[in-house]
Each structure stands twice: as structure tokens, then as C-alpha cells.
T-cell receptor
Framework: EDQVTQSPEALRLQEGESSSLNCSYT??????LFWYRQDPGKGPEFLFT???AGEEKEKERLKATLTKKESFLHITAPKPEDSATYLC??????????????FGKGTKLSVKP | NAGVTQTPKFQVLKTGQSMTLQCAQD?????MSWYRQDPGMGLRLIHY???????DQGEVPNGYNVSRSTTEDFPLRLLSAAPSQTSVYFC??????????????FGPGTRLLVL
């Protein structure tokens, strides 16, 4: 069964305190792994797509990496405006879920000044 | 480009009432989908469509109907609302994900309360 598990469920950081969010997955032929950011009362906002193990992508203070079983979202020197829920999703390459996204439950990040 | 738009933003229904949640996109995307988001459950796929006239069920389709008469619009219908359908509903669209790793773009959501 295709599934995505994110940890931790919640993370509290001080401004400037770097950390990582984890996304582990099992999927029928990974076609892509997606990271989204969601602010309260808003829809998910696309951040990154990773396609193959070893790939890395960066955007400002965020860096996403991918292995064959998990992805990490590294946050370097976070600021309060980075506070949000971060969602991970995988896209199956074949089977009944081909093309559809399977989401994890998210990690709620709070960054205190 | 307005992207993905959803109406209404918020709705209160009584049990047994019907309503339609509207979703539209102006990016000429073939693929459109509906998700519901509940506390502690993450986003779950309700129905999706890979083009006009083609729809299919996702993980949690019961109690919902969809149709796709145009590329731009993908309405979600609740025929007889139940309190278990209280949730936040998101519509998303992309180019055909069966063809490659296409990014789905989400609308702002509709918050539904069923009493």
C-alpha cells in the first residue's frame, strides 16, 4: 500500500535554530516527491519536486533532499515567517494510484523570535 | 492568471441539504482533483478527472459526485450532506500526471460545516 509518514508532527524552533523535517514513503514506483507549505486558512503552496534518489533542491532557507526511502526538508537559520505546516506527497508511477498524490499528515513548524 | 479558484469560501449546511462546491482553473490543465482535509488526517483524494468527460474515484468518494463538462470547471456535489462531511475542501489542477511529474496547484479552499 502506498503511504507517506511525516515526522515530527510538530516542531518548535528558536529563530536561527536549524533543523530537519522527515518524510518517509512506500509507493509503487516513485514518479515524484513533492513538498508543499500550508499557512493557516490557505491552500497548499508548492515548494519543490524531487524525482530521483540523490537529488537536492534549495529555495532561500529551505533545502530538500531525497533517498530511496525518505526525503528531508532542511531549514537553515529559520525566521518566524517560516512558521507553517509543511506537507510531503508522493506520486505513484503505476498501479491504481498512478499519477495521484498521496499526502502525509504534515509537520507543523513554529519559529519563535 | 487567476490560477485555481474556489467558491464559496465558507458554507454552513443542515444535515440532508445539498450543495455544489465550485472549482475553476485558467491554466488549461487536463487534470483536476478534489481533496478534503481533516485534523490529523492529512489531505485525502475524493475524486479526480484527467479531462473533460472523464472522472474517477479517489480514496474517499462516498457521498460526493463530480462531473467535468469543460476543461476549466470541476464542481463537487454533495447530494445529502452529513456531519461527517464537515471539512475543508481543496481543489487542485495540473497537466496530466500520468505523463510525467506534474506539479498540482491548489485553490484557497472551501470550509464546510454540516450541522
Amino acid at each position: 500500500e502506498d503511504q507517506v509518514t511525516q515526522s515530527p508532527e510538530a516542531l518548535r524552533l528558536q529563530e536561527g535554530e536549524s533543523s530537519s523535517l522527515n518524510c518517509s514513503y512506500t509507493v509503487s514506483g516513485l514518479r515524484g516527491l513533492f513538498w508543499y507549505r500550508q499557512d493557516p486558512g490557505k491552500g497548499p503552496e508548492f515548494l519543490f519536486t524531487l524525482y530521483s534518489a540523490g537529488e537536492e533542491k534549495e529555495k532561500e532557507r529551505l533545502k530538500a533532499t531525497l533517498t530511496k526511502k525518505e526525503s528531508f526538508l532542511h531549514i537553515t537559520a529559520p525566521k518566524p515567517e517560516d512558521s507553517a505546516t509543511y506537507l510531503c506527497a508522493v506520486q505513484a508511477g503505476y498501479g491504481g494510484s498512478q499519477g495521484n498524490l498521496i499526502f502525509g499528515k504534515g509537520t507543523k513548524l513554529s519559529v519563535k523570535p | 492568471n487567476a490560477g485555481v479558484t474556489q467558491t464559496p469560501k465558507f458554507q454552513v449546511l443542515k444535515t440532508g441539504q445539498s450543495m455544489t462546491l465550485q472549482c475553476a482553473q485558467d491554466m488549461n490543465h487536463e487534470y483536476m482533483s478534489w481533496y478534503r482535509q481533516d485534523p490529523g488526517m492529512g489531505l485525502r483524494l475524493i475524486h479526480y478527472s484527467v479531462g473533460a468527460g472523464i472522472t474517477d474515484q479517489g480514496e474517499v468518494p462516498n457521498g460526493y459526485n463530480v462531473s467535468r463538462s469543460t476543461t476549466e470547471d470541476f464542481p463537487l456535489r454533495l447530494l445529502s450532506a452529513a456531519p461527517s462531511q464537515t471539512s475543508v475542501y481543496f481543489c487542485a489542477s495540473s497537466y496530466d500526471p500520468r505523463e510525467g511529474q506534474e506539479t498540482q496547484y491548489f485553490g484557497p479552499g472551501t470550509r464546510l460545516l454540516v450541522l
